[in-house]
């Protein structure tokens, strides 16, 4: 059974760069497409980024110029970095899997709740 | 950017009566939609993909219809454990999910 685990601090500064990674057990990392969705408080879902197993990543169009998207498959470990962050990127992140770019995620993280504030 | 527009916002039911959850796309997004269910303090779970196909392990009073721009989540005879937030998302251009349908016990 394939899990994936969020970790990282759960507090970052206001204009610091958050930073987290996802470990997935009982599954390869390769052959599969590894995306960051995050949830802030009491509100719905939104998709940060996605990168596939050979480096490839793509990034929401209103995130990119602040995402970064990696991964280490000898860890299988993928990881997120967002810059200059503000009080709005205050959120559940959540990582998960989907088995191509043109379908849903059918593994899920359990979420890491990430607090921007000084 | 394609828009996703749920409705109801809050749908009330009784167990064992039919629920019908509505999602809407700015601009046809073909069958590339999914279903989730999120359940408090959890991950959302992936029900349905490419608008009808269920996923491994989901039961079958769950039900989805649609293509292009109109798409239905019907769930046949809730049981207590339906009772969450349902989210629809569609990755035919990017990826944007709908602000969610909470399906509260009437």
């Known amino acids: 059974q394939v899990q994936l685990q969020e970790s990282g601090p759960g507090l970052v500064k206001p204009s610091e760069t958050l930073s987290l990674t996802c470990t997935v057990s009982?599954?390869?990392?390769?052959?599969?497409?590894w995306s960051w969705i995050r949830q802030p408080p009491g509100k719905g879902l939104e998709w940060i980024g996605y990168?596939?197993?050979?480096?490839?990543?793509n990034y929401n169009p209103s995130l990119k110029s602040r995402v970064s998207i990696s991964v280490d498959t000898t860890k299988n470990q993928f990881s997120l970095k967002l810059s200059s962050v503000i009080a709005a990127d205050t959120a559940v992140y959540y990582c998960?899997?989907?088995?191509?770019?043109?379908?849903?995620?059918?593994?899920w993280g359990q979420g890491t709740l990430v607090t921007v504030s000084s | 950017e394609i828009v996703m527009t749920q409705s109801p916002a809050t749908l009330s039911v009784s167990p064992g009566e039919r629920a019908t959850l509505s999602c809407r796309a700015s601009?046809?997004?073909?069958?590339?939609l999914a279903w989730y269910q999120q359940k408090p303090g959890q991950a959302p779970r992936l029900l349905i993909y490419?608008?009808?196909t269920r996923a491994t392990g989901i039961p079958a009073r769950f039900s989805g219809s649609g293509s292009g721009t109109e798409f239905t989540l019907t769930i046949s005879s809730l049981q207590s454990e339906d009772f969450a937030v349902y989210y629809c998302?569609?990755?035919?251009?990017?990826?944007?999910f709908g602000q969610g349908t909470k399906l509260e016990i009437k």
């Open positions: 998960a899997r989907s088995l191509s770019p043109v379908a849903g995620y059918d593994y």
């Open positions: 009982g599954g390869s990392i390769s052959s599969y497409y």
């Open positions: 990168i596939y197993n050979s480096g490839s990543t």
């Open positions: 601009q046809s997004v073909r069958s590339n």
């Open positions: 490419g608008a009808s």
């Open positions: 998302q569609q990755y035919n251009n990017w990826y944007t």
